[in-house]
């Protein structure tokens, strides 16, 4: 595992070119759309009719609640293209602000003001439909992809391993903890800084990075699919069996990514409490990215026997949310910059990067990246 | 040239002159081709200690010039490992080290400090041999020039500015750290460029400064080209006066006599003017930051030529006026460069309608001459003979 991967810098060329160029941007968004993509949570939309917007493969897209069933569709009406949803989010039926056609839970357009005498047909006959979004969830997370003949594969086999994971962390009683934040850079670049853990002196001075840098033989990490993960202690399979059979209770630090831009960390944060936290980095243009961040209370954590360290969780439990608040921003806005500064010379880049044993999951991220957008082959799981 | 019988043939340009004004891709293509050719990157005085740096922009990319004892050194501003920019402030002193992993670089542009590169990389940082770009840096007096190498890039910076290699010596000698200001405009730099190399729009644009005496008569107008620049004498009468003027550099006996300058290739400027009873030199760029977006960069200076002997009171008068010329000069810089600025962006403005070539009169010869040679510096008309050394 531990040698020198000089030869795993698998980047082409071209591994930056939607980084510079929106064109080429335009591009990358639209084979990434069908992916499989965290769009929001179910928590988002408890109640019947409830519905969020969200971004997929570079457009608009809403997701809403029908009873026990959860439908997308692109956030764009058949008849002349006006957004259907012009909120983040919302309840009641499907009907365009611009001349009131109105959908059905399938996407299909049933009520059409003035139908028969304007357009010469029922809407059953006129049959227009909006673009559907295929969804899926995995604990509280709503994943999405918009439907392609040869895309088929389900969410547990995309997710492998980590279905059963995200199952069984993903869980809250109430709404998540959240924020979120605008960044100037590309999406790569942001997310390619949360799989380097050799940046830390450098950027993190006094927090990840105070002790120096990381010991190479306490790293290992672990691939499976398009995705990765750094989890100490503990093997990603081991980890999902105990998930599956509900014993996980996690005793270090572990921090997932999984393809294309989704992050999931749980961590002990202050006086043994532990928390999930997710982050998205969410495209928004080529040089523009959303940082949308959740975090909420580890489900079944580890239970604490002796009565000092119980009372000094309970204690600081109701603090955590704020603690939280204020310190997490601070590590997000150092790696915030050190990204958009990367996106001043971004047009620069025409190799590829020098990537050590601490910056390995890059390597495979772009693997990853370009057998999505169609550059590569698949790498073999 | 011949400007006793003004024959107002009029040059056109090739076609596709216009292409890089609004196209992205194009103006790269055309900013990765201008970077081959040397451009003023900065001064002597922006980095007068060992270790200080500056950061300039060459051929569309980000670069910088750092001072190591008394060699000038140049590198693109991006780190080999991550692609990361070294220097992330205009100018500063220190060793050149990377903010994102705290890599260091040598002076031959080598990282010589790596963390944990053994472990990390398998090797050390000798057998890695992870180099920056290196970008080409000459100077002429206090003037940084720089270029990325290319095999076709062999020229020397003296051989490249010919003639106006001693002028441009002579007018920054003893030159400290000369005043200066920018502005951003809203245009191409080549509309910009244009515009600097046009006496005709003066009377239109410059009606209560250069242009309040009417027109340049077009018999003591005289334009020089030589080598992919060009320069303009005003009201002068000698045909030979760039020889001249050379001959009489040299010897140290020159005294600016009228306004000249000279427009080095591809956006350097230099001139003398006369300010109340002084000269003062002025240095201009025109630094492309995208397709439609240039920043003016002057700077100004009093002449280091010697002045004409007065008489004690005359001398009195004079050195009291000159302790204000600064004043003066910034604001009628500013004024004329506020006029022409208002130009070029009304010129971007339908830039994308600029189809065909312009019709080019004799006081605007220098334009046609520029986008010759810009025509040779994008590969698509070969470099004539005359046009390869910058000697007249």
């Not at chain 1, 009873?67 to 957004?83: D, I, S």
């Not at chain 2, 002997?309 to 000069?329: D, E, G, H, M, Q």
Request: proline content about 7%; aromatic content about 14%.
């Amino acid at each position: 595992m531990n040698k020198p991967v000089q030869e795993k810098s698998v980047n082409g060329p071209d591994w930056a070119r939607a980084i510079a160029d929106p064109a080429a941007f335009a591009r990358e968004q639209e084979q990434l759309g069908h992916v499989w993509t965290v769009i929001g949570l179910t928590t988002d939309i408890p109640n019947d009719n409830d519905w969020f917007r969200a971004t997929l493969g570079g457009r608009s897209i809403f997701v809403q609640r029908f009873g026990g069933e959860l439908r997308g569709f692109e956030n764009k009406c058949a008849h002349r293209f006006y957004p259907l949803r012009t909120a983040d989010r919302g309840n009641g039926v499907i009907r365009c602000g611009f001349h009131h056609w109105q959908y059905n839970k399938d996407g299909l357009a049933v009520g059409i003001p003035k139908c028969q005498e304007l357009f010469g047909v029922t809407p059953r006959e006129l049959d227009a439909r909006l673009s559907p979004v295929e969804i899926e969830t995995c604990g509280i997370l709503i994943f999405g992809r918009f439907p392609r003949a040869d895309v088929k594969q389900s969410l547990l086999a995309f997710l492998g391993p980590g279905y059963d994971i995200i199952k069984a962390l993903c869980v809250a009683e109430k709404p998540p903890h959240y924020l979120e934040r605008k960044v100037a850079a590309n999406w790569k670049l942001c997310y390619q800084v949360t799989l380097d853990d050799y940046h830390i002196v450098a950027v993190h001075p006094d927090s990840f990075g105070k002790d120096g840098y990381m010991d190479v033989k306490r790293i290992r990490y672990f691939r499976f699919g398009a995705h990765s993960a750094f989890p100490e202690g503990v093997p990603i399979k081991r980890m999902a069996e105990l998930c599956a059979k509900g014993e996980y209770r996690p005793k270090h630090y572990c921090i997932m990514q999984y393809f294309p831009n989704l992050i999931m960390v749980h961590s002990p944060v202050v006086a043994y409490n532990w928390y999930v936290i997710i982050e998205q980095y969410v495209p928004q243009a080529y040089d523009r990215t959303l940082l949308r961040a959740w975090f909420f209370p580890l489900p079944n954590p580890h239970q604490l026997t002796q009565w000092w360290p119980r009372l000094k969780q309970k204690l600081a439990a109701p603090w955590v949310p704020l603690a939280m608040r204020l310190f997490w921003p601070k590590i997000l806005k150092e790696d915030h910059d050190v990204c958009e500064l990367q996106q001043t010379i971004a047009s620069q880049i025409d190799a590829a990067p020098i990537l050590g044993l601490q910056e390995e999951r890059i390597a495979w991220f772009e693997q990853s990246y370009q057998a999505a957008i169609g550059q590569a082959p698949a790498p073999k799981p | 040239m011949d400007n006793k019988t003004p024959k107002a043939t009029i040059d056109a340009l090739s076609p596709t002159w216009a292409d890089a004004l609004t196209d992205p891709g194009a103006f790269t293509r055309e900013q990765s081709q201008l970077g081959h050719f040397w451009t003023f990157l900065g001064l002597t005085s922006d980095a007068p200690h060992d270790g200080d740096w500056f950061r300039a922009t060459l051929g569309g990319r980000s670069i910088f010039v750092q001072r190591f004892g008394e060699e000038l050194r140049g590198f693109e501003n991006k780190c080999v490992h991550r692609f990361f920019p070294l220097r992330t402030a205009d100018k500063g002193n220190g060793v050149i080290r990377c903010g994102f992993h705290h890599w260091q670089y040598n002076k031959e542009g080598r990282a010589v400090g790596i963390p944990m590169c053994q472990e990390l990389f398998g090797k050390t940082p000798r057998e890695l041999d992870a180099h920056l770009n290196i970008v080409e840096v000459a100077t002429c007096g206090m003037l940084i020039f720089g270029r990325f190498p290319a095999p076709h890039a062999t020229e020397t910076l003296e051989d490249y500015l010919g003639d106006s290699f001693e002028i441009l010596q002579a007018f920054c000698k003893g030159a400290k750290a000369p005043r200066h200001f920018s502005r951003l405009i809203k245009a191409n730099w080549k509309l910009c460029l244009h515009v600097a190399l046009d006496d005709y729009h003066i009377v239109a644009v410059h009606g209560d400064t250069f242009g309040k005496f009417g027109y340049l008569e077009q018999r003591v107008t005289r334009y020089f080209d030589f080598g992919m620049h060009s320069a303009f004498f005003n009201a002068c009468k000698d045909a030979d006066a760039l020889t001249t003027m050379l001959a009489a550099v040299r010897d140290g006996t020159y005294q600016p006599p009228t306004y000249r300058t000279f427009n080095i290739f591809p956006n350097f400027a230099a001139a003398h003017s006369d300010t109340l009873d002084r000269w003062y030199i002025t240095l201009h760029q025109y630094l492309p930051l995208s397709v439609d977006r240039t920043i003016w960069k002057i700077w100004y200076f009093p002449s280091p030529f010697p002045l004409p002997k007065k008489s004690w009171f005359r001398t009195l008068v004079s050195n009291y006026i000159a302790l204000w010329l600064p004043l003066a000069v910034r604001y009628y810089a500013g004024k004329v460069a506020s006029e022409d600025q208002q130009v070029c962006e009304r010129l971007q403005t339908i830039a994308s309608q600029a189809g065909g070539s312009p019709i080019i009169g004799l006081q605007e010869k220098r334009i046609a001459w520029f986008e010759r040679a810009y025509d040779i510096a994008m590969g698509a008309v070969p470099a004539r003979k005359r046009l390869k050394g910058g000697r007249a």
